[in-house]
């Protein structure tokens, strides 16, 4: 099972930017794309971002898409999530995913694909 950590939350104002960071030990022996989360309090736990082994053709949900961008160093065994533009409404704790039991994105929405989670990391966004 992959270990993930997450790190780069905080605090920032409506319109600044942050970038998430989320770092991968024991991997799985086989490739394996990544994912980001986020969940609000009182809302279930919605996909942002994945990105596959490779790091081509990554799938952003509608409300992320043109601010959000997630990449991956495989030498580092590190994904990121970099947002801009942040809302207020992005607030959330954001968790790292992987090992997916499905090669499918449409699979990815559902958090049980994904068998390893992080921690979480905390995003707030002041209006």
């Known amino acids: 099972q992959v270990q993930l950590v997450e790190s780069g939350g905080g605090l920032v104002q409506a319109g600044g930017s942050l970038r998430l960071s989320c770092t991968a030990s024991?991997?799985?022996?086989?490739?394996?794309?990544m994912a980001w989360f986020r969940q609000s309090p009182g809302k279930e736990r919605e996909l942002v971002a994945a990105?596959?082994?490779?790091?081509?053709?990554?799938y952003y949900a509608d409300s992320m898409e043109g601010r959000f961008t997630i990449s991956r160093d495989k030498a580092m065994n590190t994904v990121y999530l970099q947002m801009n533009s942040l809302r207020h409404e992005d607030t959330a704790v954001y968790y790292c995913?992987?090992?997916?039991?499905?090669?499918?994105?449409?699979?990815?929405?559902?958090?049980?694909?994904?068998?390893?989670w992080g921690q979480g990391t905390q995003v707030t966004v002041s209006s």
């Open positions: 990105i596959s082994w490779s790091g081509g053709n990554p």
């Open positions: 024991g991997r799985p022996p086989s490739p394996y794309a």
């Open positions: 995913a992987s090992d997916p039991k499905s090669p499918y994105y449409s699979d990815f929405h559902h958090v049980g694909v994904f068998a390893s």
